[in-house]
């Protein structure tokens, strides 16, 4: 039987990229002093109805009414767990917040490249300053994200755009106020739409296609130029393009809003956020009013990223590389000698290092095999000469003889070959 469609069985090799993903996810953001939190993957469908999360997702919902007569969803982002979180908490910690979470989400979504039913998102999110600066803080954390995986300027960039730019427009073109959430849906979908169809769609609007593409094409955004400022400062400038074409499909958004996509290939979105100022209020029926800005990245759609990539590729493999499963293999050449095999791998694995031997008798050429299979740096032959040893280094086949007794020492020397702390 297979999973469901768009459900993922994750096999130790699967398990192994993904593994590498979120500890770069995890490091990244406590680089920047991010500290993590979780929240239910159940919530109340009323956190996704109430006002603001909207939008296309809420369609994408898995809904149910559980034995005790609850509406309730498996989450589909993590934003309103966040908000419904630090309005309930937030005069315990000092603003402003910088919190992270890597959670699994599920979204009834059509089937697509890097779009999944259930997939694992990275949020990064900044509470409590309405600042450029924490707009900034927050894209820089993105970019440096996607920098340590070895991805650079030519594979990735990061469309910013500014919702209240569009406010403007509608203001200007006599669109009210309760009509901007349509609008702002049918600029979101316009690119993946024939021209007809979006033509179509402003019709009520009273908005012909071509003044909607002059304003997306004059690409001035004011609103952008101190959060563009502070990422020159940092070096970062050219990873960034102003394009009022991004406006992000989620209804919270209420200021600058961004999305990271890749420069080659036709993969959807990498990553996505924005500065949502009033879901909080919301959520909280107006009790905490806390500004607020962060992103999301998902897991499916950055591995087929890394895949694509020559430099990112190369990065992993030797990531991957470095955390083998295996770095000792015990070679027993001599059945005589199995207890004093056993006990010397209990004793390295006492060390932090990674051991395995052949659980039976088996050939020494099949040994050395299951040891290249299983990725070990060190092969140890325990033979009939114990307590003599001979090490083998598996990559250039280099030998040395040693006691049992100096073994340890020996290998607490070894570079680029780590026990684990
Ligand atoms: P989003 O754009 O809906 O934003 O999702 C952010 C990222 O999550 C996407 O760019 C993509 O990498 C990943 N993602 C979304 N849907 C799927 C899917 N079906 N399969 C695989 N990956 C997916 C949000 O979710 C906002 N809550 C982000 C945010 C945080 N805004 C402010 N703070």
Known sequence: MKPLPGFRDLFPEDFARRSYLVGRWRETARRYGFVEFDGPTLESI???RKKNSGGEILGQLYEFTDK???????????TPTLARMVAARHRDYPK???WFNVGTCFRYERQQRGRLREFLQFNCDLVGDATPAADAEVVALLIDLLRSFGLGP?????????RSAWHDFLTRNGIEKERAGEFLTIVDRMEKMPPEKTEELL???????????????RAEIPALAPLLADLEARGLREYVRPDLGVVRGLAYYTGV??????????????????????LLSDLSDGDVDLPAVGFGVGDAVLLELLKE???????????LKADAPVQIYLVIASEDHRTKALGLAQQLRGEGWRVSYPLGEERVGKQFGAAETAGASLAVVIGAEWPRLKVKRLSDRHEEEMGEDVLAAWLQEQRNLRPET
């Open 96 to 98: 402003p917040l910088r």
């Open 309 to 319: 990539c020559a430099g990112a590729k190369d990065q992993e493999a030797t990531a």
């Open 68 to 78: 005790g007569e609850r509406g309730v969803a498996l989450r589909p982002e993590v």
């Open 203 to 217: 019709a009520p609007f009273g908005i012909p296609l071509t003044t909607l593409q002059e304003f997306i094409a």
């Open 154 to 162: 030519q594979d990735f960039a990061i469309r910013l755009s500014d």
């Open 46 to 48: 009323e956190l996704y």
């Open 257 to 278: 809003v961004f999305e990271a996509f890749a420069l080659q290939g036709n993969l959807r979105a990498i990553a996505g956020g924005g500065r949502y100022d009033r």
